[in-house]
């Protein structure tokens, strides 16, 4: 069983900044890949950035790449999202998710099993 845990949200004008964290628990090979996905209102949940938790390698939606940036601390078991140059177009919930294996893209949301309760991101004009 994996918990995932999302914190760091908030208010920010924009072009501010923001850093999401995503507190996980349980077995490691769970939390093989791992990504943040959002979902703004009225729209479906997109993917943001992902990242495979062994090797570090990533990807990202061309909306943040240059701007989002993700990674891990393995020795703390949390996942992070560093988020700059916001703007309202950002606003939205943030969900953390992870998964074991990774049968489609990385950004797609049928890739991830588990997901925590999201935290939410309001950047205003």
């Known amino acids: 069983q994996v918990q995932l845990v999302e914190s760091g949200g908030g208010s920010v004008q924009a072009g501010g900044s923001l850093k999401l964290s995503c507190a996980a628990s349980g077995v490691t090979y769970s939390r093989a890949y791992m990504a943040w996905f959002r979902q703004a209102p009225g729209k479906e949940r997109e993917g943001v950035a992902a990242?495979?938790?062994?090797?570090?390698?990533?990807d990202y939606a061309d909306s943040v790449k240059g701007r989002f940036t993700i990674s891990q601390d393995n020795a703390k078991n949390t996942l992070y999202l560093q988020m700059n140059s916001l703007n309202p177009e950002d606003t939205a919930v943030y969900y953390c998710?992870?998964?074991?294996?990774?049968?489609?893209?990385?950004?797609?949301?049928?890739?991830?099993?588990?997901w925590g309760q999201g935290t939410q991101v309001t950047v205003s004009s």
């Open positions: 990242i495979r938790t062994s090797g570090g390698s990533t």
């Open positions: 998710a992870a998964n074991s294996v990774r049968s489609a893209g990385p950004l797609w949301t049928g890739s991830y099993y588990y």
